[in-house]
């Protein structure tokens, strides 16, 4: 089974595919991130469709990379006989979705074996395979998958295998195309043509931003690299991963479709995008967002399809056996349908923090925050789900309330520093209320706790300064970020909750959470802790694979990633810290960072 870690992702805006350390592609969605796979043998085995190409004697490659800040993978082995290197990539959506594949000789002569094994929807549809004019056809219902290259092909076992020899400076493409399958045979792509498109495309992306992170600069870019991968461009949408079903925990059931859009994970994705200064994906994420949530407020869901679909039901794949496995294997997500009242907190701090970024904003923005804020009004004192999406009992948790906190914050500061209308008096005492209520249930043996009445920990609480609910030197946010080490950690590194203590409906236990672990560098960095802080950071930079990614949780004693990947949660986290320890200073949700280098030259 691939390792998550040994999972290299490229991508064209709409869907991604992830190429594992052998060259092989093992999931791939198409034509969108939510799709049904054509290649899932991620959560199975090569029999649920997989697309190999590496020397004929197979095995782990010696090195890959990207090239530069791109995101076009390669990956060479050395063999016996030479070098050979397999640059991948998709092209930038044109009409249909291509994933290109070029073997390039680097020095002797390498023989070279190709397998091609589509198996649409999950796995389980194997496809009628023909030649049509000079490409093979997969063809099955509502999917075709196009191939092109010069190299031999033949079927085998249900398999279109390809087997040549690649010497020095020669280069042979391989272009693989989705239609509907009731579309003809697409364009031609010229391999070598979207190539150079594609790096300059990315090329030019990066530069479009702006330099942060100092001497981490190199894994924030990569960071942001990947999240605009997350981005679904037509939409501005932002998934929060690739895949589903990448387990909590190995063999358990903790197994979620993650191919959605969060309103929680998409506004910290733009917190991150904004200290880059890439201003143009904000925009079309609050466009994105003006989108999904118009209606009535009553109907506002924490997560929506990146198109702003609502039904998201949860199905399980049966005939999949699971990561490691790990089942079952899920798509659609129940707790789409839960309340979780910190979502709205978290959104109308990332309006707030545009706005204050100088984005300024549609009037029907303004409108949206008041309807939402309203309903708000009537919701905040009822138990919810919290932004763990526990499956227990819905309870008071104190985040939640913080973040409801949150909302009436920015509302009232949105109407004093922006002149912007409403009842800001009213929304200042409901604001003050909240505030009385979790500083009088919310605080147990001097720290703040889970939920009311309750004596568990919970790793959002390190958000506590961070949205200045209250400051980062308040004797009972010293006590909490005492506790949650003392406590809520495994090998240092942070969990969100206690699985086991903590009643969140589900067997079994997880890994440490990256993004707590991120959290909690703030929260020392915030105390003063500045070498623990860096010192924290740093290993969790080495938590990343070889290529800089990061999936949702770490498994602190197999030294393993866990969970689904590449995750955009882990990711930004990467990015705020980053910029703030390099800043040097405590940043808040609602003020840019970044700023401070805001005259700091671009990247060449
Ligand atoms: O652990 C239980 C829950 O796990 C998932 O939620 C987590 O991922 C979300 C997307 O990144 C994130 O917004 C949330 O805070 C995380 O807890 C899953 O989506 C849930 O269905 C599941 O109950």
Redesign the pocket.
Known sequence: MTAIEDLAVIGDLQTAALVDAEGSVVWLCLPRFDSPACFAALLDTDAAGHWRIAPADGGRCTRRRYRGDTLVLETEWETPDGTVRVVDHMPLRGRYPDVVRIVEGVTGEVAVRGELAVRFDYGRVVPWVRRVGDRWQALAGPDALWLSTPAPLEGRDRTTVSEFTVRAGERVPFVLTWTPGHHDAPPEVDAERALGETVAAWERWVADGRAVGGRWAGAVTRSLVTLRALTHAPTGGIV?AVTTSLP?QPGGP?N?D?RYS?L??STYTLQALLAAGHTEEAQAWRRWLLRAVAGDPADLQIMYGVDGTRRLPEAELDWLAGWEGSRPVRTG???AAQLQLDVVGEVLDGLHLARAAGLGAPEEAWDLQCALLDHLEGQWQQPDSG?????GEPRHFVHSKVMAWVAFDRMVRGAREHGLPGPVEHWARVRDTIRAEVLEHGVHDGHLVQSYGSTELDAALLLVPRVGFLPADDPRVVATVEAVQRDLTRDGLVLRYRPDSSGDGLPGTEGVFLACSFWLVDALHGAGRRDEAEALFERLLGCASDLGLLSEEWDPDAGRQLGNTP?A?SHFALVVTAVQLDEGRHARSDHPVGAARAGAPRLP
């Open positions: 929060a909590e903790r979620w993650y969060w929680r994970d997500n129940a707790a932004l763990w999406e526990q499956r995750q949660f």
